[in-house]
């Protein structure tokens, strides 16, 4: 089993460092939540919480994620950065496929895409980018995305984006992975069809098991099950070696974990984090 810290909740400007402490403590990545920005009127529901309220604040930090990646992948040697998630349509994919091949190429492949079609119809609107039908314009953006990453000249010629031969450089050193995050039916046909994983948020240990156990279904449907295949979670549940193996069971290949949430703390201090994340890895990685 892999570990992912999250980093979300410490200050953005000490994420550097404690890159550096996850990669000592054993843990595989580091996920970068995202959102552009909170607007004061807010009537959107978020889908994960029973009254659709944010689990987040106006109040808190949302570094843009390849500005970061870029700076957390510098001062490090194995550790991979991942998205959690990166809300894709939101976006052009000209600009998304040269942000994430550039942090690609400079640190040697050491980055993962973690997509999500977005619930904040606000950011889309202030963003300029159409929020209806925006998880079938994200299936074409993905498509559109991976040729670019390709290298040398490709062309495109779909129902969103049209364009005739481009060369996108420096292309990453090898396919960036793409993971799909969602619960949802069309989250699971997506992932399924398009992804190479899927990204879940908290469930408890049997939720998530059972989200795998579809998942499952939903790939042999499709015809992909025999293709490589991630799942990063975070069950709410302490990573004993039971649970491990139970999840690892059913194809859950990276826990997605807060050191500092993990033990009740929202927001700790640079030295705190540092601490917390050197003892998880002692009591869980090692």
Not at 128 to 147: H, L, N, S, Y
Not at 211 to 240: K, M, N
Request: with cysteine; net charge negative.
């Amino acid at each position: 089993m892999k570990f992912a810290q999250g980093m979300i909740g410490a200050e953005p400007r000490h994420w550097p460092r404690l890159a550096r402490a996850c990669e000592e403590a054993g843990f595989d990545s580091v996920a970068i939540s995202d959102h552009v920005l909170y607007p004061a009127t807010l009537e959107s529901k978020y889908p994960y919480t029973p009254d659709g309220t944010p689990l987040f604040s106006p109040d808190e930090d949302w570094p843009d994620p390849w500005v970061v990646i870029g700076a957390m992948s510098s001062v490090t040697t194995t550790l991979r950065f991942i998205t959690n998630v990166y809300v894709l349509p939101l976006r052009n994919p000209f600009v998304v496929a040269k942000a994430v091949g550039t942090a690609a190429y400079l640190s040697d492949g050491r980055v993962g895409l973690g997509i999500g079609a977005g619930w904040m119809a606000e950011e889309f609107e202030l963003l300029e980018q159409t929020f209806a039908r925006r998880g079938k314009r994200m299936d074409e953006m993905v498509e559109v995305i991976r040729e670019l990453w390709k290298g040398g000249m490709v062309e495109h010629h779909g129902e969103f984006y049209d364009f005739d031969p481009v060369e996108m450089r420096p292309a990453p050193p090898a396919p960036v992975p793409i993971y799909v995050g969602g619960h949802s039916d069309i989250a699971f046909r997506r992932a399924a069809r398009l992804g190479d994983g899927w990204l879940g948020v908290h469930y408890s240990p049997q939720e998530l098991i059972e989200h795998c156990r579809v998942l499952q279904q939903v790939r042999e449907d499709a015809g992909t099950a025999d293709r490589p295949f991630e799942i990063i979670a975070s069950p709410l549940a302490a990573p004993t070696p039971d649970l491990i193996a139970e999840l690892e069971a059913v194809g859950v290949t990276t826990i997605l974990t807060s050191a500092w949430m993990a033990v009740g703390l929202s927001a700790p201090e640079v030295d705190q984090a540092e601490d917390m994340i050197r003892s998880y890895g002692e009591r869980f990685i090692s």
